[in-house]
């Protein structure tokens, strides 16, 4: 008899707020339940079994050389390794860090900044092991989770789209905020999965899912100046979930 194949989910740095979209989708686990065996997941569940693993959900970034390591473990035990929210594919809000002082940030925040052992940068899992696939979002969509992981069970390339919220405004038929209102969005260059909430509801996108798979920043940013925002406000709404994928992007042309 053939064993299911194993499942296993792993923190880094990060909220668990990822790790909690896998736990709400609940009718959809019953359902994958006879299809797989949950081997390591410690927001679920006490027992632990070792590796070797068929798919590992990674949550959150490195911050510390105990990460950047400990990675590397989970890599070596992982048949597929799929990392899943911003920390884990972008550096998340942590990675704010990587436009400031780490050191300082540290004297000031804690009395016994000698206690404290960070890195200082916070980077994505892709930037020290192989990825098989990046899951975005904060937090991450639970129907592109389950096609993830169903995917990977089908043994086929998960059906998750790479274009930007502005399709998904165009579904459901949202009017664009920035031609209607003139409201600052970062539909143009955010990937799609969340629905469009923001927009939705009357308010411009800020970014959660990370850059799309074609991003044109020297032509968004004029339009964010139009909209009332200066070079400092631009910088400040990009830095938020993925800052610095959107830094990797096109530099922003002087206003």
């Known amino acids: 008899m053939t064993e299911n194949p194993t499942l296993a989910v792993f923190k880094l740095a990060s909220c668990d707020g990822c790790q909690l979209t896998l736990l709400d989708c609940e009718d959809e686990l019953l359902a994958l339940a006879g299809r797989l065996r949950v081997a390591h997941f410690l927001e679920a569940s006490g027992e632990v079994l070792p590796g070797p693993y068929d798919l590992t959900l990674v949550e959150g970034s490195i911050t510390t050389a105990a990460d950047a390591a400990r990675i590397r473990d989970i890599r070596a035990a992982s048949r597929h390794l799929v990392t899943i929210g911003a920390c884990a594919t972008a550096g998340g809000i942590q990675a704010l860090r990587d436009f400031a002082d780490v050191e300082e940030f540290r004297r000031t925040v804690y009395a016994r900044p000698d206690y404290i052992d960070t890195l200082a940068t916070s980077t994505p899992v892709s930037a020290h092991v192989d990825v098989d696939f990046e899951l975005r979002g904060c937090p991450i969509d639970r129907r592109q989770l389950i096609e993830v992981v169903t995917a990977f ?6 059906d998750v789209p790479d274009h930007s919220v502005c399709f998904e405004c165009k579904r459901r038929g949202t009017v664009c905020v920035t031609v209607a209102h003139g409201t600052p969005c970062l539909g143009p260059v955010t990937h799609a999965g969340c629905g469009a909430i923001c927009p939705a509801y009357g308010r411009g996108c800020y970014g959660c899912f990370g850059p799309s798979g074609s991003v044109n920043l020297p032509a968004l940013v004029p339009m964010l100046h139009r909209d009332g925002l200066d070079a400092r ?23």
């Open 153 to 158: 069970l089908a043994g086929r390339k998960p």
């Open 233 to 255: 406000d631009t910088e400040r709404f990009l830095r938020t979930f993925n800052a610095t994928a959107f830094a990797a992007c096109d530099k922003e042309p002087e206003p």
